[in-house]
């Protein structure tokens, strides 16, 4: 009887962890191929002051056969897969980022997800496309 609730814990441990994306640092992600990059000269901007931004999707089963195209206010900039991210270089100032995911059976009941982005001068900005039980897929500001 022991060994039977100890396989049902490890199986409900293993499903619950499935359902919950887990977060890439920028080396681990891979950059995203240019024929996703829906903006490349809006978004690609070299000039004093620039801010990197990278924006990436978490790994992890949720959500894996989807891509989000991904908004800069309101505007689709590119398309990301699991794992990848897109970089880009921004003037400081404050910035809507959105994310949706594509398809007709992934974006059943998800819509738009939207945040706020404080670019500020000299300081490097990270953000993620995750998922997790309570709140479905999100973008978030990350430290990874």
């Not at 490890?10 to 359902?19: A, E, K, N, R, Y």
């Not at 978490?58 to 991210?85: H, N």
């Not at 100032?93 to 945040?115: F, K, M, R, S, W």
């Amino acid at each position: 009887m022991k060994k039977r609730a100890f396989i049902l814990s490890v199986i409900s441990i293993s499903l619950l962890s499935g359902c919950v994306s887990q977060p890439l640092t920028n080396a681990e992600s891979i950059p995203v191929e240019e024929s996703k990059i829906l903006a490349p000269m809006s978004i690609r901007q070299d000039f004093l002051n620039a801010v990197k931004t990278v924006v990436k999707r978490d790994s992890g089963f949720r959500g894996s056969a989807c891509d989000f195209t991904v908004y800069l206010d309101g505007k689709p900039i590119v398309k990301l897969s699991p794992k990848e991210k897109f970089e880009m270089f921004l003037k400081p100032d404050i910035y809507i980022l959105g994310a949706q995911p594509e398809g007709n059976l992934c974006a059943l009941g998800v819509g738009l997800t939207e945040v706020e982005a404080n670019l500020t001068n000299g300081k490097a900005a990270n953000y993620r496309i995750g998922y997790d039980e309570s709140s479905g897929f999100q973008v978030y500001k990350t430290a990874f």
